[in-house]
């Protein structure tokens, strides 16, 4: 199922289930400026698409891919991005469902990934990826062009053990959680390690598996704690 919370209006919903019955292994969750909802389903190879208002589930594009993973949308670009892991490749939709263009081919150098997973759009447009098992974030430009990468493997500060989640807030700071280290790490766009929070346990704070991490417009950080079952919610409070 996909969980579904308003915190404005206080409400609380499922999205799938024995009733809905639509999902296999839900993974990511997108929303647009219309008010629709972007939901990836891995094992099914499917993208749905969930009407807010009118609470319709429907599949969002007539084929299926290998095994799709990372969403998010672009509102500068009117663009859906979706992660299709096996395939190694980033593939871009238009709302109506139609493919634009692909990015990526499996590989190690500037632009090929090797199992990429989790997504995220910064406030300029532009697209970043964790290219997981190369352990480094790719950046790319809203038209998809590649623009630079950070990281290496390693199980310290700086390094990445199992990259998940990634995001920026309003700053540019690049925040990315390593489901191993159970830690966030956040960076500057030259991939310059700025601090970590985060700690392997249950307690506030504590991380156990972090594996997404999303910043809302008011630099709201939102991590979800796997292996604890729960969202943790983190402010970034800026020194000036």
């Known amino acids: 199922v996909v969980h579904l919370l308003d915190q404005k209006e ?17 993974i990511a969750v997108a929303e647009d400026d219309a008010g629709y909802a972007y939901i990836t389903d891995s094992a099914a190879g499917l993208i749905f698409r969930y009407g807010l208002k009118d609470k319709t589930l429907t599949p969002f594009t007539p084929f299926r891919l290998e095994r799709p993973t990372g969403i998010a949308w672009s509102s500068s670009t009117r663009t859906l991005y979706v992660t299709d892991t096996m395939a190694h490749q980033i593939v871009a939709f238009d709302l109506e469902g139609k493919e634009r263009y692909r990015i990526g081919a499996r590989g190690y150098g500037a632009g090929e990934f090797n199992y990429p997973t989790d997504l995220f759009v910064d406030k300029g447009g532009r697209l970043f990826v964790t290219d997981s098992m190369n352990a480094r974030i790719q950046i790319f430009s809203p038209q998809g062009e590649f623009l630079r990468t950070f990281g290496q493997p390693g199980d310290s500060s700086g390094r990445f053990a199992k990259p998940k989640g990634v995001a920026v807030d309003s700053e540019g700071h690049i925040y990315v959680c390593d489901a191993l280290l159970d830690t966030v790490q956040i960076f500057d766009e030259t991939g310059q390690l700025l601090l970590v929070f985060g700690s392997r346990g249950n307690n506030p704070g504590e991380l156990a598996m972090p594996a997404g991490i999303y910043i809302d417009g008011n630099d709201t950080i939102y991590v979800a704690d796997a ?6 919610i983190f ?3 800026p020194t000036k």
């Open 10 to 26: 206080g409400r609380y919903t499922v999205i799938g289930g024995e009733d809905g019955g639509a999902f296999h292994t839900p």
């Open 235 to 237: 402010q970034y409070l």
């Open 227 to 232: 292996f604890n079952h729960r969202i943790q």
